[in-house]
Nanobody, 123 residues
Framework: QVQLVESGGDLVQPGGSLRLSCAAS????????MGWYRQAPGKERELVAS???????KYVDSVKGRFTISRDNTKNTVYLQLNSLKPDDTAVYYC?????????????????WGQGTQVTVSS
């Protein structure tokens, strides 16, 4: 009932920048928290950044000052601006959306995940 489509992953040199996008669509009434996770080979998935519908944000320490999360509530879209990229940022990045979803009999809330987009930082 809800789909998240990501884009923006690429191969970039150290120090470079990327902008990831994730658009949610479907029977969505509202979206509370949207976020970005990442998973590097051999490592656990970690929360990189999150943003509430009101705009408050959180970041993992390793990306503070380099990454910026934002969202456009009119488009149900979340963005992640990645600056000053390092090889350690190499991972598959996944977006999430905590959606209130409309059903024929009412509504329910659920977390949805995107399919992932590869970010590779290498010279």
């Amino acid at each position: 009932q809800v789909q998240l489509v990501e884009s923006g992953g690429d191969l970039v040199q150290p120090g470079g920048s990327l902008r990831l996008s994730c658009a949610a669509s479907g029977s969505i009434i509202s979206i509370n928290v949207m976020g970005w996770y990442r998973q590097a080979p051999g490592k656990e998935r970690e929360l990189v950044a999150s943003i509430r519908s009101g705009g408050s944000t959180k970041y993992v320490d390793s990306v503070k000052g380099r990454f910026t999360i934002s969202r456009d509530n009119t488009k149900n879209t979340v963005y992640l601006q990645l600056n000053s990229l390092k090889p350690d940022d190499t991972a598959v990045y996944y977006c999430t959306a905590d959606c209130l979803v409309r059903t024929p009999t009412g509504s329910y809330e659920n977390r949805y995940w995107g399919q992932g987009t590869q970010v590779t930082v290498s010279s």
